[in-house]
């Protein structure tokens, strides 16, 4: 039976005033997250790195990344640019000019930063990204949609997408090696590989104790900068440096709120269109037959109360 005009207009504005009343609610009562103090994390010393890649190869191994000969990771002339982690390869090192002392350039590890607060699981439909206790941010990809929101999202443009299965591809990233390190005593692979010590693995607060005591030690050494500390509301990843952290690839422009604080409200409101979309869709449809009937003749039933009125 076709549906009047007067009586699709009502359910069309009901149902849009219900969904919004109750996404707008939703919002005001969900809170971003704040992380985990206890989580632990990773404090990177640049001014030790000496560019070998090793943690690259122990981060290929760990995760079973697709095989690749030990020569790979011995070649020096990937230097010559700058390279992004993407779907095989979960951490990479760059070489960036010392403008202070050219004999020794800077090498930096890059790989995602685990945020404490992580852009990528706040705009997640479908919860496939977890920030874990440990600190991790781990992703299910059972769960994933393939929307690559998270891509988008990252302010450090670390999550990939893997096409190499058509049925099932995946969004990839490092997974601050989260089945390795519920083992008690047991770290990340990279950590475990570095030879000259450069990564530090422990309790993040720790860490960022360790790192402003190694600024006031040595403060000749190192910028007045914990990079990681309070950047997007922090991150698991933290970073000390001799040269200034935008002359060696890292972001200074994203301040200290976290990314889910600021595209809290814009979420809530895609929610309210995949709400209230099919429904709409439903009614404009029935309102189509209904505009049909009318034009191959036959005036349509009137409502009963335009019969009751007569």
């Not at 191994?61 to 002339?77: A, C, I, M, Q, T």
């Not at 997974?175 to 010590?197: H, K, L, W």
């Amino acid at each position: 039976m076709p549906i009047p005009r007067r009586t699709f207009l009502k359910f069309a504005a009901l149902g849009l005033g219900a969904a919004v009343s109750s996404q707008t609610q939703e919002a005001e009562a969900v809170q971003a997250p704040t992380g985990y103090p206890d989580s632990r994390g990773v404090l990177v010393d640049l001014t030790e790195c000496i560019g070998c890649r090793k943690c690259e190869w122990r981060c290929n191994e760990v995760n079973g990344l697709p095989p690749r000969p030990p020569s790979d990771f011995e070649d020096k002339s990937v230097f010559e640019r700058t390279r992004r982690t993407h779907a095989d390869t979960f951490t990479v090192v760059n070489r960036f000019a010392n403008a202070a002392d050219p004999e020794k350039p800077v090498y930096v590890k890059k790989q995602c930063m685990h945020c404490q607060e992580p852009a990528c699981a706040s705009v997640c439909f479908v919860k496939a990204f977890t920030k874990q206790p440990s600190g991790a941010v781990t992703y299910d990809p059972s769960l994933c949609m393939g929307c690559r929101y998270c891509m988008a999202a990252c302010p450090f443009n670390i999550p990939a997408y893997q096409y190499d299965d058509a049925f099932t591809p995946e969004v990839t990233k490092c997974t601050f090696c989260f089945e390795r390190t519920q083992a008690e005593g047991t770290q990340p692979g990279c950590v475990e590989v570095c030879p000259v010590e450069a990564l530090t693995y422990g309790k993040r607060s720790d860490l960022i104790e360790l790192a402003h005591a190694r600024i006031w030690s040595r403060p000749g050494r190192y910028v007045d900068h914990v990079y990681g500390e309070k950047e997007v509301g922090g991150t698991s990843w933290m970073y000390l440096s001799a040269a200034p952290f935008d002359q060696v690839g890292f972001r200074t422009d994203l301040g200290e709120t976290p990314i889910p604080a600021l595209s809290r409200g814009f979420l809530s409101m895609v929610s309210v269109v995949l709400m209230t979309w099919p429904l709409l869709c439903m009614l404009f449809r029935q309102s189509a037959k209904s505009a049909e009937k009318d034009a191959e003749g036959g005036a349509p039933e009137p409502d009963a109360r335009e019969e009751e009125s007569r």
